[in-house]
């Protein structure tokens, strides 16, 4: 979990320096954070079943093996497609990292435990983050952005001894035939409606074409769902979405993360390309975001419990996506330093205890024979938010530029009030949840 979270920070800080390496252009780097989601999106499906066939510390130790090996893959890259496709390696290792560890944590602990049980073990991931916007900028202008990547093997040699040690061995039954039909179908699905976000802000993408994947999107997600209702052992059993916080933590989940998902994104971006500060000092000032994270993790239980999953769900998301929205200050400069940090501590906050609430609220009632089924579903479409939450933050990022001026500050501040906006309308779906 160290080794996944570092990586998913540190990437975003050497944005600037990869495109100038690669000669890019530093808004048009997307593509390497979206591959590597979009990837674990796009596998995390499967994740389940292999821990089920394999057992969770094989399953783990090999995830841990790929990802290493997509790490030197992206040190060794010198272009942009050469990147995104490590990054694909990459991601193809970090979809079973975290499922599989979540499923051993699920079944190790009763669900009234698995609150504390996912706050306790989520501590040495909150360290990646706290490390990678700052490590990532003083590698960046220190040695070269090759280092970032070059970091996690050490990281990863330690995580494979440590499998080896304490990862246990679980194995449930012998699981059905993998349903490769409604796989194919349901990543397919997600593949396109990940493109077409993509090709709305693409001027080398047909409008046709746009059109064209937003149909196959929607006709392969039919297709799945009519298949998982008629198939012995499909995917997804179709009655994982009669849980009704299973079901409404997974909309949440992927409507939430459109705004949110684009901040660790957006961010450096705005700090080193419109305010000038370069990759260390960028890194040091999201410092206290990642920071406040690790503060409030431990105190979301008593918040959940105090307020229920409904108040506290609808009053963080509208309480983020304001804050989202206020960052738009931040692009025109005139935001005293204390005040900018004091703002993102404040949305590191918001975002530890969205995260968690977000998460718990959706697993906490699948029963234990749903279980690894229902981890892989919401890791997925967790994933893919994350994916879509990047293509949409470079879309707005593309669309207000093209109308304010490329990078200017009124462009910037245009894309955190829309992330903003969307972040906070999500709200509303979390209204469906039981008051009690």
Same mark, same amino acid.
């Given at each position: 979990m160290f080794m996944q979270t570092l990586d998913s920070t540190i990437v975003n800080t050497a944005l600037p320096a990869m495109a100038r390496s690669l000669d890019e252009s530093p808004l048009h780097m997307?593509?390497?954070?979206?591959?590597?989601?979009?990837?674990?999106?796009?596998?995390?499906?499967?994740?389940?079943? $292999?821990?089920?066939?394999?057992?969770?510390?094989?399953?783990?130790? /090999? +995830?841990? @093996?790929?990802?290493? *090996?997509?790490?030197? =893959?992206?040190?060794?890259?010198?272009?942009?497609?050469q990147l995104v496709a490590a990054r694909v390696l990459q991601g193809a290792g970090g979809a079973m990292l975290?499922?599989?560890?979540?499923?051993?944590?699920?079944?190790?602990?009763?669900?009234?435990?698995?609150?504390?049980?996912?706050?306790?073990?989520?501590?040495?991931?909150?360290?990646?983050?706290?490390?990678?916007?700052?490590?990532?900028?003083?590698?960046t202008q220190a040695a070269s952005w090759h280092w970032i990547f070059l970091i996690n093997l050490p990281v990863g040699a330690v995580g494979l001894l440590l499998t080896?040690?304490?990862?246990?061995?679980?194995?449930?039954?012998?699981?059905?035939?993998?349903? $490769?039909?409604?796989y194919l179908m349901l990543a397919?699905?997600?593949? /396109? +409606?990940? @493109?077409?976000?993509? *090709?709305?802000?693409? =001027?080398?993408?047909?409008?046709t074409c746009v059109v064209l994947l937003a149909l196959a999107a929607v006709a392969l997600l039919s297709g799945y769902i009519r298949h998982a209702r008629c198939a012995a052992a499909p995917l997804f059993a179709p009655r994982l979405l009669e849980v009704r916080s299973f079901r409404l933590g997974l909309m949440g989940n992927i409507a939430a993360r459109l705004g949110m998902g684009a901040m660790p994104?957006?961010?450096?971006?705005?700090?080193?390309?419109?305010?000038?500060?370069?990759?260390?000092?960028?890194?040091?000032?999201?410092?206290?975001?990642?920071l406040a994270v690790i503060v409030i993790k431990p105190l979301a239980t008593g918040v959940i419990g105090r307020w229920g999953w409904r108040r506290t769900l609808v009053g963080n998301t509208v309480l983020l996506g304001t804050l989202i929205a206020s960052f738009s200050i931040m692009a025109y400069g005139v935001l005293p330093l204390p005040l900018a940090l004091a703002m993102l501590?404040?949305?590191?906050?918001?975002?530890?205890?969205?995260?968690?609430?977000?998460?718990?609220?959706?697993?906490?009632?699948?029963?234990?024979?749903?279980?690894a089924s229902g981890n892989s579903l919401f890791s997925m479409l967790q994933m893919l938010g994350m994916s879509l939450g990047v293509s949409c933050g470079a879309l707005l990022l593309h669309l207000f530029s093209a109308l304010l001026g490329g990078g200017s500050s009124a462009a910037f501040a245009a894309t955190l009030l829309a992330a903003g906006a969307l972040t906070a309308v999500s709200a509303l779906i979390f209204r469906g949840l039981k008051e009690d």
């Amino acid at each position: 979990m160290f080794m996944q979270t570092l990586d998913s920070t540190i990437v975003n800080t050497a944005l600037p320096a990869m495109a100038r390496s690669l000669d890019e252009s530093p808004l048009h780097m997307q593509a390497v954070v979206v591959s590597y989601s979009l990837t674990m999106a796009v596998l995390i499906a499967a994740s389940g079943w $292999l821990a089920e066939r394999f057992g969770t510390r094989r399953v783990f130790g /090999a +995830a841990t @093996l790929l990802f290493m *090996g997509g790490s030197a =893959a992206c040190a060794a890259s010198n272009s942009l497609a050469q990147l995104v496709a490590a990054r694909v390696l990459q991601g193809a290792g970090g979809a079973m990292l975290m499922p599989v560890g979540r499923l051993a944590v699920l079944r190790a602990y009763p669900k009234e435990r698995f609150l504390q049980a996912m706050s306790f073990v989520a501590v040495p991931g909150l360290i990646g983050p706290l490390l990678g916007p700052p490590l990532g900028g003083w590698l960046t202008q220190a040695a070269s952005w090759h280092w970032i990547f070059l970091i996690n093997l050490p990281v990863g040699a330690v995580g494979l001894l440590l499998t080896a040690i304490a990862m246990p061995a679980m194995r449930a039954a012998p699981p059905p035939r993998f349903d $490769l039909r409604g796989y194919l179908m349901l990543a397919g699905a997600m593949l /396109a +409606a990940s @493109l077409t976000l993509g *090709g709305l802000g693409n =001027a080398a993408m047909s409008g046709t074409c746009v059109v064209l994947l937003a149909l196959a999107a929607v006709a392969l997600l039919s297709g799945y769902i009519r298949h998982a209702r008629c198939a012995a052992a499909p995917l997804f059993a179709p009655r994982l979405l009669e849980v009704r916080s299973f079901r409404l933590g997974l909309m949440g989940n992927i409507a939430a993360r459109l705004g949110m998902g684009a901040m660790p994104y957006l961010l450096p971006l705005l700090l080193q390309l419109r305010l000038g500060r370069a990759p260390f000092e960028s890194g040091l000032m999201l410092l206290p975001m990642a920071l406040a994270v690790i503060v409030i993790k431990p105190l979301a239980t008593g918040v959940i419990g105090r307020w229920g999953w409904r108040r506290t769900l609808v009053g963080n998301t509208v309480l983020l996506g304001t804050l989202i929205a206020s960052f738009s200050i931040m692009a025109y400069g005139v935001l005293p330093l204390p005040l900018a940090l004091a703002m993102l501590a404040l949305l590191g906050a918001a975002n530890s205890l969205q995260f968690t609430a977000m998460n718990t609220s959706a697993l906490k009632d699948l029963e234990p024979h749903l279980a690894a089924s229902g981890n892989s579903l919401f890791s997925m479409l967790q994933m893919l938010g994350m994916s879509l939450g990047v293509s949409c933050g470079a879309l707005l990022l593309h669309l207000f530029s093209a109308l304010l001026g490329g990078g200017s500050s009124a462009a910037f501040a245009a894309t955190l009030l829309a992330a903003g906006a969307l972040t906070a309308v999500s709200a509303l779906i979390f209204r469906g949840l039981k008051e009690d």
